[in-house]
Each structure stands twice: as C-alpha cells, then as structure tokens.
C-alpha cells in the first residue's frame, strides 16, 4: 500500500540579512535534505533538542511555508510546488494542533465558531448537520455541550488543547501534525492528552506526524521514530527497536536523560560535551561529530549516510558503516 504521506530530500534555508539594502549575506540550514514516509493510521514521531528543525519540517510539510527544495506527496499528489488554488481542497486532509493551546485560538471567537469556521471553509456541512457535527466533535474530544458558547480564556490549558484538537478534527482530514502538542501541559493533563489522541487515532484511523522532545510521551504514543539532528535525521527506527537497541550516540545520549521510574534501575547517563553547532556553518563530515564521544578522523571529514541496518532501523553513523 502506496504511504499517505511521502517526504524526499525536503531542505528549507532562511536568508540572513544585513547591510544598508538588507542583503543576504548567508544562509539558516534549518532542514537539510529530511526524507521519510508515513503510513494511514500510523504515528511518526520527529523528536530532537530545540532548533533541530523538527518544527519547521511539520510547517514545510503542511505549506504553511514553501520549503527550499526537495518533495512532499500527499497520497500520491505533490503538493510542495502546487499551487494555491490547487492545494486549498487537500488543505482539508492535514490539519495541524499548535504548541500553544492559547495562542492559537482566537480570543473574540466563541468555541462554536472555532470549530465551525473549518467546516464552513470546506462546505461540509450547515444548519442542523453543522450543529450535530459540532456536538459530536466535542463529544469526541470529551468537553461538554455547553463549551460551545464559552470563550477560550475560560477553560483550562488541557481544555484548550482540546479544543485545538477538535478544530484540526473538524474537516474529517487524514494527517494531522502535533506541533509539541502536549509540552505546554501538566504533567498528568499531558497523559490525558495524549491518551485521547491515541485513542482518536485508533477510532478514525488518522496518521499522525507528532513532534516532541519529550521521548518518554513518544514512547507511549509513536509507532515508529525519527531522531533529527541540526537539520538531518540521524536515525529511524520502529518504537520498540529505537528504545532498545539505539545506533546513533546522539539517540543513545537522548535516551540516557529519560527518568526511570523504577529507582531500582540505574542508566548510565551520556553527558554531551559542548554546544550544538550554529546552522548558519554546519560543521563537515557528520554534523554530530564536535559532541560525539565516539568520533575519529572520517567523521570529522566525511558526512555518513542514513542507511539501513536492519528493516526496521536506519542510522547515519560511520560506526555502523
């Protein structure tokens, strides 16, 4: 079966400016050359420290900005040099859920009209189907009837990511893309969050693309992962096999910060000397190589290659090689 979503060798470069005229005098390497696929009903998790570029991979992928080169093929149909009004009706099948559950959401709108605008957007419904429509949303997403008529300043932040969930709901899409969707929760807030997105997802067998840097909600959640590095993946793996065995020592490092709840079981923890490279001069040879505990020579001078090790893990690691 053909994957939902298809991503190949998807690069996005910010110009950096300056001077009197405000010419670009270099470049952001903000994503440089991801590919991966995504299946109906799966999870892929894109996980990594803060500015790897996993969130600006979710916002190339969705359009919301027009990525540097490289392709993304939404069930079949490329949709990264479509245009507008080409791409508007496949807007409907990918939706995305926002970090911040505040932000967001329109303070003057009522959440009646939250949920209504998409469907309304798509023609997909009005009058007394639009009002059920409503009523089951909110029902899906465990909120009560009379939410409808509330504001978003007078629900909780959970309630709020609720809402943000319904919203990316309402036009029945395919894919949705959860921007770091649950790090602005409490922690016991986060569990129900991501337990009814799993639960969403197993009822209307949605793909989902979820971002995060939290590996311990990943683990619960994801079928498969995709560990992002200054721009690049570093290694991809199904859930079980990335927790185990993992390959990269970038993966290893993330893994060794995770608490474990047993106090009984000691993990050695991988410090990581220094501090992650500037975009704007990525480091030759693997990106990895100025924190990496277990580089020699060729790391430092020649870029490894995400490869596969078994059929189920990939790695870009000259270890490995």
């Not at 970090?99 to 329109?106: A, G, I, Y």
């Not at 465990?142 to 990316?168: K, N, V």
């Amino acid at each position: 079966m053909k994957p939902l979503l298809e991503v190949a060798d998807l690069r996005k470069y910010f110009p950096l400016r300056g001077g009197l005229l405000g010419r670009a005098v270099g470049q952001v390497h903000a994503v440089d050359g991801v590919s991966f696929s995504l299946d109906r009903g799966e999870t892929l998790s894109l996980v990594g420290e803060s500015g790897c570029g996993k969130s600006t991979v979710g916002r190339a992928v969705l359009r919301l900005i027009a990525p540097s080169s490289g392709t993304v093929h939404l069930d079949g149909a490329r949709i990264d040099t479509m245009p507008s009004a080409q791409l508007r009706p496949l807007r409907r099948r990918m939706q995305v859920v926002f970090q911040d559950p505040f932000s967001s959401l329109s303070p003057r709108m009522r959440v009646r009209d939250i949920l209504a605008e998409p469907i309304r957007n798509f023609g997909l419904a009005k009058g007394a189907a639009l009002e059920a429509r409503l009523a089951a949303l909110l029902e899906q997403v465990r909120l009560p009837r009379d939410a409808l008529d509330r504001f978003p300043h007078e629900f909780s932040g959970g309630q709020r990511q609720r809402i943000g969930i319904a919203r990316a709901l309402a036009p029945e899409p395919d894919l949705i893309v959860c921007d770091e969707a649950v790090s602005a929760l409490d922690v016991s807030v986060k569990a129900q969050v991501v337990n009814l997105l799993a639960e969403l997802q197993d009822t209307l067998g949605l793909a989902l693309l979820f971002i995060s840097h939290d590996l311990a909600i990943v683990e619960h959640l994801t079928h498969r992962v995709a560990v992002m590095y200054l721009g690049k993946l570093v290694e991809v793996a199904d859930r079980r096999t990335l927790f185990a065995t993992p390959r990269h020592p970038y993966t290893r490092a993330l893994l060794s910060a995770v608490p474990v709840p047993d106090p009984t079981i000691r993990r050695e923890r991988v410090i990581l000397a220094g501090d992650v490279p500037s975009p704007i001069h990525p480091p030759p040879g693997c990106r990895f190589h100025t924190r990496c505990p277990l580089a020699f020579d060729r790391c430092r001078q020649e870029e490894p290659v995400l490869r596969a090790i078994t059929p189920t893990q990939s790695a870009a690691c000259h270890l490995d090689s």
